[in-house]
């Protein structure tokens, strides 16, 4: 069953202009933003201890910035790689206005390679390819910027659309569990699981989050943490290992995830440990939620098993902030991913709709709705 309530509240920026209509569209919290001709990203890597901005002024810069996780998340990974493009039709018709289509080529399919699992940043690739496309003669660099900043709104106002979703799915104060980080900091704004927890949280409907610390970055403890301390929102850090004990009392109402690539059938890749959290929910009758754009949604792929996991360097295993602490010699496995069978999945949260117990069936009718104006 899909269940769809537009938000009437939703207004988008004035694009032309850039001038904020609705500032709530917009948290102080800003992964990713358009900056006087450069790509500003708020380096994820050293929060919560130092709080440090790189300014990437062309696509390889803004491609090496994904790949080392300066930024990180599925949407927002999908926002920074539109302003990418943006930077790379720049320097192409710099380069080569009468054939700036060519030039840019190479920009293009550098940003594409920079991390192979978020399905959002080759889908916000083809969306501005498909930008340039109709551009006719003069310089494209004003029509593919506005195409990166309306995606970028589009972004927040579907998760908007999602939190209200999600929070309508929650009992009255409840208390919650989450995995890596899903807020602000992994979208253009305001977030997919943590959307619905700010939406909860303004009605009065959260009396706690409890966030993995999520290993081996830490995105639950670093990221997750900071974000809700930032908005005086309760948070309580617990080691990825006790959440079958957390689970076990009885206190959680759902678990809420976010995404990095969902297959046709429903089953749903993202961050490491997930696929575990899900076995433990079910086990322990809480409900587990993924909560995640329609971009995100890989229709090209038919289940969890056609989709390329990540797998990084095994430092990231053996050290925590640049300090060993396993012996010189010891080997260590990181696949950055695990995919959750949609079995397992309760609801599926999208700005079009949620949808029950996910399948092939199911999310072919979402992807068939009319997209939310």
Known sequence: ???????????????????????????????????????????????????????????????????????????????????????????????????????????????????????????????????????????????????ARRLHDEDIAANRRMGALGAAL???????????????????????????????????????????????WLQGARLTAWELVEEGLPVTVLADSAAAALLRSGDIAAVLVGADRIAANGDTANKIGTYGLAVLARHHGVPFY???PISTIDAATADGRGIPIEERAESEVLRCQGVAHSPALARAWNPVFDVTPAGLIEALITERGVVRHPDTESIARLLAQPALA
């Not at 988008?12 to 358009?34: H, I, Q, S």
């Not at 899903?182 to 949280?201: E, H, I, K, P």
């Open 1 to 147: 069953m899909i269940a769809s309530t537009p938000d009437p509240d939703i207004v988008f920026r004035d694009l032309n202009g850039g001038t904020v209509v609705d500032p709530v569209l917009y948290d102080k919290v800003r992964a990713v933003e358009w900056r006087d001709g450069v790509v500003r990203l708020l380096d994820q890597r050293v929060l919560p201890g130092t709080l440090r901005y790189e300014e990437c002024a062309t696509a390889p810069e803004v491609a090496a910035a994904i790949t080392n996780m300066v930024v990180r998340g599925a949407p927002a990974i999908g926002v920074t790689a539109a302003y990418g493009a943006v930077l790379a039709v720049t320097t192409a018709y710099a380069r080569a206005p009468g054939d700036w289509r060519t030039a840019v080529r190479a920009d293009l399919t550098a940003l594409r390679a920079s991390r192979p699992t978020a399905v959002n940043l080759g889908w916000a690739l083809t969306m501005m390819e498909r930008v340039m496309a109709t551009v006719g003669q003069g310089s494209p660099v004003a029509t593919v910027l506005a195409a």
């Open 170 to 216: 929650l009992p009255p104060k409840a208390q919650v569990l989450t995995h890596c980080n899903t807020g602000a900091l992994a979208t253009g704004g305001y977030g997919t699981a943590l959307g619905v927890v700010r939406a909860a949280a303004a009605t009065g409907g959260i009396a706690m989050v409890y966030a993995d610390e999520t290993r081996p």
């Open 290 to 292: 993924v909560v995640a």
